[in-house]
C-alpha cells in the first residue's frame, strides 16, 4: 500500500458474549506505515478486539475492512491470506529444530497449500521457496546470525524476534502483535523497537496490544485507549499522557 493509504478500518465492531458486551462499538482506523497501539487495563477487551480483526471470532455486529475490502464475516483463513498476520502472546515453536527450518515451517504461504505438506515433499520448489523467504525475513530483522541455532536454545527477546519473522512469511501489510514485549529485558525490548520502526519505516501497519507503556509510548503513532469494551478515548501518545480521563482510568494518576 502507498504511504498513508487507509490499511485498515474498524467500523462500530461489537461482541456479546451472552449478557456480556466485551467489545462495544469500537471504531479505529490503521494506515499505512502507522504503529497503533491498543491500550487498556485487563479485561478491556483488547484480545477480543485483535480475535474479531484477524476473524478468530465472529463480530456481533459492526464491519472490518482491509484495503477497502470487508473482512469481517470471512473465515480467519481467508483474512491471514489477504495479508494480514499476527502473532500470539505464546511463542510456539518446535525447540529441537532450527531457527531457519521454525520459521519455514510456519510461513503460511497465504493459504495454497499445507505447509507441512509442502515440507513432506522433500526438495519440491515450494520448500526451497519457503526456506529462502524464512532466511530473507529473519535477515530482515536483524536475525541472520541465528539461521542455525536451535531455537529452543534462544532468549526470549530473539524468540520473538522469530516469531515476527515467521508473521512476515506471509507478506502481510498488516502486523498484529499481541503482548510482544511480556517477560523481556530492557536490551531485547530496545531492539524489538528498533524493528518495529524499521517495519514501519518500510511502509508496514501495525497493531500493538501491549502493557509495556515505556515501549508503547517509543514506538507507537496513534493510541486506542479501552476500558470496559468501550473506547475511552484515542490520540496521539502525547494526547493520551495528558488526557485526565486516561490518567484517572488507566495510568492511575
Ligand atoms: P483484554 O484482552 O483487554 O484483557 P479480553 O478481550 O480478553 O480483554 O476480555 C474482555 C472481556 O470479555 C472480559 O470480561 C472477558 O472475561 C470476556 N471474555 C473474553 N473472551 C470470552 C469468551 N470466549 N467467553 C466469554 N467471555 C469472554
Ligand atoms: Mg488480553
Request: with cysteine.
Amino acid at each position: 500500500p502507498a504511504l498513508g493509504e487507509l490499511v485498515l478500518d474498524v467500523d462500530r465492531i461489537r461482541k456479546q458474549f451472552g449478557g456480556l458486551t466485551a467489545v462495544n462499538d469500537i471504531s479505529f482506523q490503521i494506515r499505512a506505515g502507522q504503529i497503533v497501539g491498543l491500550i487498556g487495563p485487563n479485561g478491556a477487551g483488547k484480545s477480543t478486539t485483535f480475535n474479531l480483526i484477524t476473524g478468530v471470532l465472529s463480530l456481533t455486529s459492526g464491519t472490518v475492512s482491509y484495503r477497502g475490502r470487508r473482512v469481517s464475516g470471512l473465515p480467519a483463513r481467508a483474512i491471514a491470506r489477504e495479508g494480514v498476520s499476527r502473532t500470539f502472546q505464546h511463542v510456539k515453536m518446535i525447540p529441537d529444530m532450527t531457527v531457519l527450518e521454525n520459521v519455514a515451517l510456519g510461513a503460511h504461504t497465504r493459504g495454497h497449500k499445507g505447509v507441512a505438506a509442502a515440507m513432506i515433499r522433500t526438495n519440491s520448489d515450494e520448500e526451497r521457496r519457503l526456506f529462502r523467504e524464512a532466511q530473507r525475513q529473519l535477515e530482515r530483522i536483524g536475525m541472520g546470525e541465528y539461521l542455525h541455532e536451535q531455537a529452543g536454545n534462544l532468549a526470549m527477546g530473539p524468540q520473538r524476534l522469530m516469531e515476527i519473522a515467521r508473521a512476515l512469511c506471509a507478506d502481510p501489510a498488516l502486523l498484529l502483535l499481541d503482548e510482544p514485549a511480556a517477560g523481556l529485558r530492557h536490551k531485547e525490548k530496545q531492539a524489538l523497537a528498533g524493528v518495529l520502526r524499521q517495519l514501519r519505516d518500510e511502509g508496514m501497519s501495525i497493531l500493538l496490544v501491549e502493557h509495556d507503556m515505556d515501549l508503547v509510548m517509543q514506538v507507537c503513532d496513534h493510541l486506542v485507549v479501552m476500558e470496559f469494551g468501550t473506547l475511552l478515548t484515542q490520540g496521539t501518545p502525547e494526547q493520551i499522557q495528558q488526557d485526565p480521563k486516561v490518567r484517572a482510568a488507566y495510568l492511575g494518576t
